[in-house]
């Protein structure tokens, strides 16, 4: 069974802040994705990477870089937290065939 | 410019009789599709997909059919149970496989017992 953590359910920060959302796949999988997912608007792709040390940019990557050091591993990181960057933040492995989901954090920027 | 749309934000069913949720796409070159389900607080999980050469594909109580001609998919699930109760979103990909996903926004199912 293909297994995606992800580091934090929920998350609050304050604005300004850095922030890191971690997210870790078992299943020696290419290429890892995050998205956000707001009401209305569905999952929008922030970045994504399909190998070490690779990264791609998505829809919305404005406020956003990541960072894939190992294989496993994808780390979404916000340089400056703004309220605007309220959402559900959500992490995908894929095979060839799905992508496969983390259980998501609720990051909430006061 | 949204390239996949799922136009009914929300649908109410009663329990045991028949969930039909429907997406319309716009890019001619999507050749795979897919569905997930997403409850509240969870990721998306898998829920059955298609590929361009076929116009229907079955899983137990779910089935998508496609209509390319129309560019559009929909998913039926029958019977309905209280636990499909979920937001659905479909998604399509173009000659990438499950790579570069382009999700709808989603439709929120409710089965009534």
């Known amino acids: 069974d293909v297994k995606v953590t992800q580091s934090s359910r929920y998350l609050v920060k304050r604005t300004g802040e850095k922030v890191f959302l971690e997210c870790v796949q078992d299943m020696d999988h290419e290429n890892m994705f995050w998205y956000r997912q707001d009401p209305g608007l569905g999952l929008r792709l922030i970045y994504f990477?399909?190998?070490?040390?690779?990264?791609e940019k998505g829809d919305i990557p404005e406020g956003y870089s990541v960072s894939r050091e190992k294989k496993e591993r994808f780390s979404l990181i916000l340089e400056s937290a703004s309220t605007n960057q309220t959402s559900m933040y959500l992490c995908a492995s894929s095979s060839k065939d799905t992508q496969y989901f983390g259980p998501g954090t609720r990051l909430t920027v006061l | 410019d949204q390239q996949v749309k799922q136009n009914s934000p929300s649908l109410s069913v009663q329990e045991g009789r028949i969930s039909i949720l429907n997406c319309d796409y716009t890019n001619s070159m999507f050749d795979y599709f897919l569905w997930y389900k997403k409850y509240p607080a969870e990721g998306p999980t898998f829920l059955i997909s298609i590929s361009s050469i076929k116009d229907k594909n079955e899983d137990g109580r779910f089935t998508v059919f496609l209509n390319k001609s129309a560019k559009h998919l929909s998913l039926h699930i029958v019977p309905s149970q209280p636990g499909d109760s979920a937001v659905y979103f479909c998604a399509a990909s173009a000659r990438t496989g499950a790579n570069n996903l382009f999700f709808g926004t989603g439709t929120r199912l409710t089965v009534i017992p």
């Open positions: 990477s399909y190998d070490v040390k690779m990264k």
